[in-house]
């Protein structure tokens, strides 16, 4: 399975991590800065734009959790590798 | 037909949801069952990332309000980097023979579980509870989070020091970063309780 996946899977899954971490920091910031606004204002464009681009990710390599939409109509599955396998 | 899900609100979010992601990318450069033996210590170690999920989480029934969010923010990333060093131990050993693992030293590891994964430090012992504690008290717990988290910091260094897979290092930094970057939060937390307390005190 590994280093099988098309170059997009990369390129859109990194930038999926890269998106993620600086809500991670964020919120973690956010949890003792309770009320910088400055930094809520970030983590709420972060976030809108977090959900964006893992749509986009979902549609062409499967859901990323629980919840997501299944775009194949005929068969639900954790469809595509699992992180530890690419 | 129910309208578009808004997005969790902070606080709201009271189940874990898996996210088929790592949060950082993990590559190994060889198959490498040593170096995985050393990792592992980061895996079911007293200072490891699963030790460490289940501290904090725990603590939050009984810590006051201010820092349960800190708290549960963190105890769920220490999950996310326990699935990466779960990837690596994976990556580095999934080819290695039998005779690789006997010289690299898990060869009682092969005898007991195969190749899969088990919560063990780096020298075989199982994991246990017993590696952290739940004092109750607020400055207490927090001040051993913030051990826990250099703890760690430093193995990561131990086990940078020992590696010579530069991609892995790579990971490896990230995760020896994020222990700093806890243990800083920490810190802030505790000021944030001691502020609190000393403000109970002015009438």
Redesign the interface.
Same mark, same amino acid.
């Given at each position: 399975m590994a280093n099988t996946m098309p170059i997009e899977y990369y390129q859109q899954?990194?930038e999926? /991590?890269a998106i993620?971490?600086v809500i991670?920091?964020l919120?973690?910031?956010l949890?003792?800065h309770p009320t910088d606004q400055n930094a809520i204002q970030q983590y709420n464009h972060f976030?809108?734009y977090s959900?964006q681009i893992k749509q986009k990710f979902e549609e062409s390599f499967?859901?990323? /959790?629980?919840?997501s939409v299944n775009h194949q109509q005929d068969y639900w599955a954790?469809s595509?590798p699992?992180?530890?396998q690419v | 037909m129910e309208g578009p899900v808004p997005f969790p609100q902070r606080g709201e979010e009271i189940v874990w949801i898996y996210e088929k992601k790592l949060q950082y990318p993990v590559k190994v450069s060889t198959c490498n069952p040593t170096l995985a033996k050393y990792l592992v210590e980061q895996y079911g170690g007293a200072d490891g990332e699963l030790a460490a999920a289940l501290r904090y989480l725990n603590q939050r029934y009984t810590i006051p309000d201010k820092v349960i969010g800190l708290l549960t923010d963190i105890g769920t990333e220490e999950f996310a980097h326990l699935e990466m060093i779960a990837t690596m131990i994976y990556k580095l050993t999934k080819d290695a023979k039998p005779q690789a693992l006997k010289e690299a030293g898990l060869g009682e590891h092969y005898v007991q579980h195969d190749s899969a994964l088990f919560y063990n430090n780096a020298a075989g012992v199982p994991f246990s509870a017993t590696y952290f504690q739940a004092k109750g008290d607020p400055i207490a717990d927090l001040y051993e989070d913030i051990a826990a988290e250099e703890k760690a910091r430093a193995t990561y260094q131990w086990i940078i020091d020992m590696s010579d897979d530069t991609d892995l290092n790579d990971s490896l930094r990230y995760l020896r970063e994020r222990e700093i970057v806890h243990s800083q939060r920490f810190r802030e937390a505790v000021e944030i309780l001691k502020d609190e307390r000393d403000r109970q005190k002015i009438f």
């Amino acid at each position: 399975m590994a280093n099988t996946m098309p170059i997009e899977y990369y390129q859109q899954l990194e930038e999926i /991590q890269a998106i993620d971490f600086v809500i991670d920091e964020l919120v973690l910031y956010l949890d003792t800065h309770p009320t910088d606004q400055n930094a809520i204002q970030q983590y709420n464009h972060f976030a809108l734009y977090s959900k964006q681009i893992k749509q986009k990710f979902e549609e062409s390599f499967g859901p990323l /959790q629980k919840g997501s939409v299944n775009h194949q109509q005929d068969y639900w599955a954790w469809s595509g590798p699992w992180p530890w396998q690419v | 037909m129910e309208g578009p899900v808004p997005f969790p609100q902070r606080g709201e979010e009271i189940v874990w949801i898996y996210e088929k992601k790592l949060q950082y990318p993990v590559k190994v450069s060889t198959c490498n069952p040593t170096l995985a033996k050393y990792l592992v210590e980061q895996y079911g170690g007293a200072d490891g990332e699963l030790a460490a999920a289940l501290r904090y989480l725990n603590q939050r029934y009984t810590i006051p309000d201010k820092v349960i969010g800190l708290l549960t923010d963190i105890g769920t990333e220490e999950f996310a980097h326990l699935e990466m060093i779960a990837t690596m131990i994976y990556k580095l050993t999934k080819d290695a023979k039998p005779q690789a693992l006997k010289e690299a030293g898990l060869g009682e590891h092969y005898v007991q579980h195969d190749s899969a994964l088990f919560y063990n430090n780096a020298a075989g012992v199982p994991f246990s509870a017993t590696y952290f504690q739940a004092k109750g008290d607020p400055i207490a717990d927090l001040y051993e989070d913030i051990a826990a988290e250099e703890k760690a910091r430093a193995t990561y260094q131990w086990i940078i020091d020992m590696s010579d897979d530069t991609d892995l290092n790579d990971s490896l930094r990230y995760l020896r970063e994020r222990e700093i970057v806890h243990s800083q939060r920490f810190r802030e937390a505790v000021e944030i309780l001691k502020d609190e307390r000393d403000r109970q005190k002015i009438f």
